[in-house]
């Protein structure tokens, strides 16, 4: 489904440079359940990155399915995202001034016509128990709150493939369970998911996990 082969990508420092990813090669097939876990600075995020398409590696190539999605130009890019993958941030990345409600629709406007949007957000928002919530702002809201409407923004759009980056790094461990829960129900549902996590935990639940140590996978590609 996506393939990563021998992906570098190098950031320039003011003193020097550094390797984020480093001949990395990785493939993510269609309904796994995948966890990047390594050290901080190790190129879990850029990795990620990479993958959505976010990121244009140095060097190497990332396809999905039999097509290199460097290739296309920006907006060709930015429609494939649109329509097929939903990201997810540690810090949930919401717009402060919309509500919840228009927050996850904003999910939908990314998404091309070409999409099954299919899903109703007041349906999306009620099984994710925020109905009560649909028109508050995000600092109206609690922490586990903002994760699940960051979480709905990324599923209205129902996406082939999840990109997690920490999604409970910032949540206690009772709110991080609801988002792994969430996250495990979508898979179970046929959607790819990959997510990092620093906690072994959560990288437990994932079916595979993938290592990255200075930019290189060092297990489970
Ligand atoms: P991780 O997610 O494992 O913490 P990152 O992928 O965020 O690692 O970063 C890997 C390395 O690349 C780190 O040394 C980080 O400082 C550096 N890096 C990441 N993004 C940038 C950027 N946009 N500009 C400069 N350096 C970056």
Redesign the pocket.
């Known amino acids: 489904m996506l393939k990563a082969t021998a992906i570098s990508r190098i950031?320039k420092?003011k003193h020097g440079t550094?390797k984020?990813l480093d001949n990395a090669t990785l493939e993510i097939k269609e309904g796994e359940f995948v966890s990047i876990i390594?050290p901080?600075?190790?190129?879990?995020?850029?990795l990620l990155l990479t993958l959505g398409g976010m990121s244009h590696p140095d060097q190497g190539t990332v396809h999905w399915n039999e097509q290199l999605i460097y290739d296309w130009d920006v907006a060709k890019r930015s429609q494939w995202r649109g329509t097929n993958v939903g990201f997810v941030f540690q810090s949930f990345n919401l717009v402060p001034y919309l509500t919840a409600y228009e927050n996850v629709s904003v999910g939908l406007s990314l998404a091309n016509n070409g999409a099954k949007v299919t899903q109703n957000i007041d349906s999306l928002l009620d099984e994710l128990n925020l109905s009560s919530r649909k028109d508050h702002l995000p600092s109206e809201l609690s922490i586990g709150q903002q994760q699940r409407v960051a979480l709905a923004r990324a599923l209205v759009k129902k996406p082939r493939i999840i990109l997690a980056d920490e999604p409970t790094g910032n949540l206690d461990p009772e709110t991080g369970k609801e988002v792994m829960d969430i996250l495990k129900k979508q898979h179970s549902a046929g959607t790819t998911v990959v997510m990092i996590t620093h906690d072994p935990n959560n990288a437990m639940l994932a079916q595979r996990t993938i290592k990255i140590v200075d930019g290189r996978i060092v297990q489970g590609q």
């Open positions: 950031f420092r550094v984020a390594g901080s600075g190790s190129g879990k995020s850029t």
